[in-house]
């Protein structure tokens, strides 16, 4: 679905998780995503960045997890060495910079806190797409 990882390895899916089309993903620094997982099209996820104070303009990296039923709308973008707990929303066109509380809904840039989702979550994703 033109998904684009950086590199191989370093990536765990948990079951009836979903990436949709045109996303990227960056696992050189280590990307776990747990179960009932939704990506949206589009969402970036990085693992690693430049030190700018670095004369040398050293590289680092931080591993992203995502824990079970987070729900990342499209064009998001998550940035190295974030956690987003079970059950958070991530809003379209956000920007997540520091990690997110379970349950929490989050958007903007930087993603702040709009409201909190409720805890009580069971679904298993059955997500099929129209056209294959």
């Known amino acids: ?3 684009r990882f950086d590199c ?4 765990s899916l948990g079951n009836n998780s979903v990436i949709n089309g045109n996303c990227r993903i960056d696992p050189r620094g280590g990307v776990q995503i747990g179960s009932n997982v939704s990506v949206s099209d589009q969402v970036i996820i990085l693992t690693a960045d430049h030190d700018i104070q670095s004369k040398d303009f050293d590289g680092r990296k931080k591993e992203v997890v995502i824990e079970d039923y987070v729900w990342i709308g ?3 973008m998550v940035l190295p ?3 987003i ?3 958070a929303v991530i809003a379209a066109g956000s ?3 520091k990690d997110v509380e379970p349950f929490c809904v989050v958007g903007g840039v930087p993603g702040k806190v709009l409201k909190w989702r409720t805890d009580n979550l069971t679904y298993n994703l ?3 797409r129209l056209f294959q």
Not at 8 to 11: I, L, R, S, V
């Open 81 to 83: 060495g974030v956690r």
């Open 74 to 76: 499209t064009r998001a």
């Open 85 to 87: 707990g079970k059950g």
């Open 95 to 97: 920007v997540i910079t």
């Open 8 to 11: 191989a390895g370093n990536f």
């Open 126 to 128: 059955d997500y099929k």
């Open 1 to 3: 679905m033109d998904c």
